[in-house]
């Protein structure tokens, strides 16, 4: 059974940092693309950032670029995003994707397995 737990999540004030993590069990990590989401109330889903199966290839949506850093340890079957300067509209239930394909992680759509999410508040 696929399980991916996220965890880091917590309320921080603006301007401070965070790291999230996502731990992946009950498949090959080093297989899958992973990625991050968010979703804000009331907001649909958006792609945060994804990163390939080796970790040499990342990307990110324009609002957290220069900000987050997605990264991964394949020995440990750990995704991270270490979250840096946070605003309050990032303020959202953060998920972790894993699929592999890469273009998957990118959007979102049909990926194989998400996590359960993560709550990040950020009070201005």
């Known amino acids: 059974q696929v399980q991916l737990v996220e965890s880091g999540g917590g309320l921080v004030q603006a301007g401070g940092s965070l790291r999230l993590s996502c731990t992946a069990s009950?498949?090959?990590?080093?297989?899958?693309?992973m990625g991050w989401f968010r979703q804000a109330p009331g907001k649909e889903r958006e792609a945060v950032a994804a990163?390939?199966?080796?970790?040499?290839?990342?990307n990110y949506a324009d609002s957290v670029k220069g900000r987050f850093t997605i990264s991964r340890d394949n020995a440990k079957n750990t995704m991270y995003l270490q979250m840096n300067s946070l605003k309050p509209e990032d303020t959202a239930v953060y998920y972790c994707?894993?699929?592999?394909?890469?273009?998957?992680?990118?959007?979102?759509?049909?990926?194989?397995?998400w996590g359960k999410g993560t709550l990040v508040t950020i009070s201005s």
């Open positions: 990163i390939n199966w080796g970790g040499d290839s990342t």
């Open positions: 994707a894993a699929d592999r394909r890469f273009t998957r992680v990118l959007t979102g759509y049909g990926v194989d397995y």
């Open positions: 009950g498949l090959t990590f080093s297989n899958y693309a």
